[in-house]
């Protein structure tokens, strides 16, 4: 508790010295989780409040919550299977408690108050009690770290294009308390977590990172170098032999060291240089700058990352490269095949890189105190880094969990065997589309999976699912049905609970349609959440919805979650045919079970006959009562009739989850 103590008696510092001081400060309404009574209500659903006095007292209800729930601290003698029973909420601080609390229409981190209207980790605090409500116990954070720009189109880079791995971002420090670093205020929100029986995952991507960090003064060779000059026509090479978006496999290279334009492309490398300097230094003096980045399939025909590059890993290349490109003392480049160094590794990993990871990561598990580590980008990292990873964490801590992204389900074998405990894998894309029976194939090849992965509605690159027909009820069903998946780690994305319908970093991928999903009349139209200024609506009207629902079905999923977590306590549900639009699965204790069953159907009303015979033949115990105990659409208990067959005909509504619970006496 160092670190909230520091930071509360900075805040009641500061609050002694603006306590008469006059605001036109906003905040949400629903912020005001404790009835914090000294504020003025307006129209909009704001509450007009001295942030000093009103961080103050909202931190000291928060800390009074915490010491009445009395909830088991993290500890690092916890084993791993913990992250069985997460339920995850995807945090990105900077947006994640965005407010124009000056009202100037404007979002900055030096608003009218020189305060900040940006999210920061001590307003992220407030968020908490917010998100317990939800049953989240478990909060994958974003990269907090200081970014480098480039882009005019956008206020922030990619997440991804980092400074340095441990230079935290500034701007996330709030100035509420200046006296507190960003590093003091980050541990103080961390602890506040581990207080509240929350666990903070780290995403981290080690493959990637702006072009100007800080580590190319001491290591220039750790990067690719093309002349400042060619920067204006440097592009993704072009392959005319080899199909759109095609893998750089090993059977494709010799087409793609045939073209024209790759070798034109390879032309333009530079031997990086020997002297120390800055970037700024380099192109100023040398006339040298780190080539960008560009994406790893051929012939994608999207732009090259500007803000961003990768690591040169290798003290040499690959042996696939053809003979006539080494005769020419080709200088180290940045093509597809060194984009997938998991595809194509070089000899010899560079002892120097490896030893900046093992700090960085040894910085990550002894100093923050998290309690996991979620790769991303794994494809940028050759298999003995993937691996060394895994090494250098557990050598702090052997029971922190280590998440890789990856989207091919059919890989997660191959992660078990590197260490991995958890996959992204493929939910956040495909879940939405259920009128084609992708949300039915992943929940039911769900539970067979070698290693549990995410099941999430949405990933931060694609679409919000509220931008879809019907979102707000494909959104409510999908999120309920995810806390109920075998072999699923539920997460949800910032905003979720807002209804939110613009996309948070919309892949370029992505149809771009989405970008238009609010009026244009709205100060959000066309942004992105993580790329840009942007708040999350917590005046919406709706707000209450989903917290209120996933408050319920939560209660209910801890009541069965060492049945949930037992793959051999979980029975898929049947129904007539396959293409019938019910997903569920029952979940069997001693003396009772639970059955959840949801209609897929988010347009139409369905009547739908599950099957139990398969259930009966795994319970334990005789069944004397059915009773649907809970909905999505009906928080009352009702009989349940079955038919002749011990069958259960009954009609959903749109979307309807249905929880039906077997009891014996």
């Not at 917010?130 to 049953?135: D, F, P, V, Y």
């Not at 029952?586 to 159907?601: G, P, Q, R, Y």
Request: one cysteine or more.
């Amino acid at each position: 508790m160092e670190h909230i103590t520091m930071l509360i008696q900075a805040l009641e510092k500061q609050e002694k010295l603006h306590h008469n001081d006059i605001f036109n400060y906003a905040v949400p309404n629903s912020w005001n989780t404790y009835g914090y009574s000294n504020k003025k209500s307006i129209r909009s659903g704001e509450i007009i409040v001295n942030p000093y006095s009103f961080y103050l007292y909202t931190l000291h209800n928060i800390m009074s919550d915490c010491t009445k729930s009395n909830p088991s601290h993290n500890d690092k003698k916890t084993k791993r299977d913990w992250i069985k029973k997460a339920n995850m909420y995807s945090l990105m601080i900077r947006s994640a408690t965005a407010w124009d609390h000056d009202r100037d229409d404007h979002l900055s981190n030096d608003d009218l108050y020189h305060l900040n209207d940006n999210g920061t980790f001590l307003k992220s605090i407030l968020l908490i009690p917010h998100l317990k409500r939800m049953g989240i116990n478990t909060i994958l954070l974003h990269q907090p770290f200081a970014l480098c720009k480039t882009k005019k189109n956008h206020t922030y880079a990619e997440k991804e294009n980092v400074i340095s791995f441990t230079k935290l971002d500034d701007t996330l420090r709030d100035a509420l308390i200046p006296e507190l670093s960003v590093e003091d205020q980050c541990l103080a929100f961390i602890e506040m977590c581990h207080l509240h029986g929350i666990r903070v995952i780290l995403e981290f991507c080690p493959g990637k990172i702006a072009r100007n960090n800080q580590y190319v003064a001491q290591h220039p060779e750790w990067f690719y170098w093309i002349k400042k000059e060619d920067l204006t026509k440097y592009h993704a090479p072009v392959c005319s032999s080899l199909p759109q978006n095609t893998i750089p496999h090993t059977y494709v290279l010799k087409d793609l060291y045939r073209s024209e334009d790759v070798l034109h492309h390879l032309s333009l490398f530079q031997q990086p240089p020997i002297e120390m300097k800055t970037l700024y230094e380099y192109e100023q003096d040398d006339q040298l700058t780190i080539a960008p980045m560009f994406s790893d399939q051929i012939n994608a025909n999207l732009p090259v990352d500007l803000d961003g590059t990768v690591f040169n890993f290798f003290e040499e290349r690959s042996a696939h490269i053809p003979k006539h490109i080494l005769s020419k003392n080709q200088a180290p480049y940045l093509l597809q095949d060194t984009l997938r160094p998991d595809l194509h590794p070089g000899k010899g990993i560079r002892q120097s890189i490896l030893d900046m990871l093992e700090e960085t990561i040894t910085w990550y598990v002894s100093e923050l105190q998290i309690d996991g580590i979620y790769v991303e980008k794994t494809y940028l990292l050759p298999e003995k880094l993937q691996k060394e990873i895994v090494k250098i964490a557990r050598k702090q801590n052997r029971n922190i969990v280590m998440i890789a992204e990856d989207t091919i389900v059919e890989n997660s074998e191959s992660w078990i065997h590197k260490g991995y405990d958890v996959i992204s894998g493929n939910s956040g894309y495909e879940e939405s589309n259920v009128w084609n029976f992708h949300f039915h194939k992943f929940a039911y090849q769900l539970k067979d999976n070698p290693c549990p992965m995410f099941a999430a509605s949405e990933f931060y690159d694609a679409k919000r699912i509220n931008s879809l027909e019907y979102g707000k009820t494909l959104s409510i069903m999908l999120h309920t049905m995810n806390l109920f998946l075998p072999n699923g780690i539920p997460l949800s994305m910032n905003g979720f609970e807002c209804f939110d319908v613009q996309p948070m970093q919309l892949s370029e991928y992505g149809d771009q349609h989405y970008l238009k999903s609010l009026p244009q009349t709205d100060l959000r139209y066309h942004r992105q959440s993580y790329l840009d200024e942007y708040y999350y609506d917590y005046c919406t009207p709706d707000l209450n919805t989903l917290p209120s629902l996933l408050e319920k079905c939560n209660h209910l999923r801890n009541t069965y979650i060492d049945a949930i977590t037992n793959l051999n306590a979980c029975v898929p549900v049947w129904f007539d045919t396959p293409n019938d639009l019910g997903i569920g699965y029952s979940f069997i204790l001693e003396d009772k079970a639970l059955m959840v069953i949801c209609n897929t159907n988010v347009a139409n009303t369905s009547n739908l006959h599950i099957h139990t015979e398969n259930l009966y033949a795994e319970l334990p115990f005789h069944v004397d009562s059915i009773y649907q105990i809970f909905s999505t659409n009906d928080p009352y208990i009702h009989d349940v009739t079955q038919d002749e067959f011990r069958n259960l005909p009954l009609t959903f509504e749109p979307g309807e989850v249905k929880f039906i619970e077997f009891k014996t006496k």
